[in-house]
């Protein structure tokens, strides 16, 4: 059992202010960015952006797929000094309409290796199969993670390299449904917990 309560972010659709899916056009355009291998360079980013959202409505407060979040996520984010990159976002949806909320690009800066490796039970990625992303990357890759027993931290949203996914503390949990937030599914990562992209998808 975790000690340490850590919950991974999801995105949760509910197909009317929070789609499924949505094409967009963003101006400028924004510079490439592949979360599993780097974090986002500040420098390379406009102060601010336009997006053009091909849907009718949103009204989520943080989309996982898309990195986008209200004012009022960001509002819980800096309560908690999470570390991450916001570009303001002017959004135009279909129709011509505007949402009603205030939005941010949004990429957490923090990246964290949470898995404590003395006590999980876990298979790495082969040699062949886990060569280096990038560069100078010099982080391990897991093919599954039976057991994920969490190290301590004191980051409140991060990058968790071992799943790559963005995962949050409870603190941040509780201040996000104490405001009935919207468009984040929680995922507890304890002793039901399992990390195994391949066998997810072969499924």
């Known amino acids: 059992m975790n000690a340490h ?51 009718y409505n949103f009204s989520f407060d943080f989309n996982a797929n898309e990195l986008l979040a209200s004012k009022d996520f960001i509002e819980i984010c800096k309560m908690l000094s999470v570390k991450m990159l916001i570009r303001p976002v002017k959004i135009s949806l279909y129709r011509n309409t505007t949402t009603q909320k205030l939005y941010f690009l949004f990429f957490p ?32 890759a897991y093919e599954k993670i039976d057991r ?3 190290l301590p931290s004191k980051e409140h949203l991060f990058y968790c390299i071992e799943i790559k996914e963005i995962v949050c503390s409870s603190q941040l949990k509780e201040a996000y449904e104490k405001q009935r937030l919207t468009g984040i599914k929680f ?5 039901d917990f399992r ?9």
């Open 5 to 55: 309560e850590f919950y991974v972010i999801e995105h949760n659709p509910d197909g009317k202010c929070t789609p499924y899916f949505f094409g967009s056009e963003c101006t400028p355009k924004l510079p490439s960015l592949h979360l599993p291998s780097e974090g986002p360079d500040p420098r390379k980013y406009a102060n601010e952006y336009s997006l053009k959202a091909k849907t």
């Open 109 to 140: 800066l923090a990246r964290i290796e949470l898995l404590n490796r003395d006590q999980s039970t876990y298979t790495e990625e082969s040699q062949a199969a886990s060569q280096k992303i990038s560069e100078g990357n010099d982080e391990k």
């Open 148 to 150: 994920f027993i969490t």
């Open 187 to 191: 995922t507890a990562i304890n002793e």
């Open 195 to 203: 990390y195994d992209p391949w066998g997810d998808f072969c499924s």
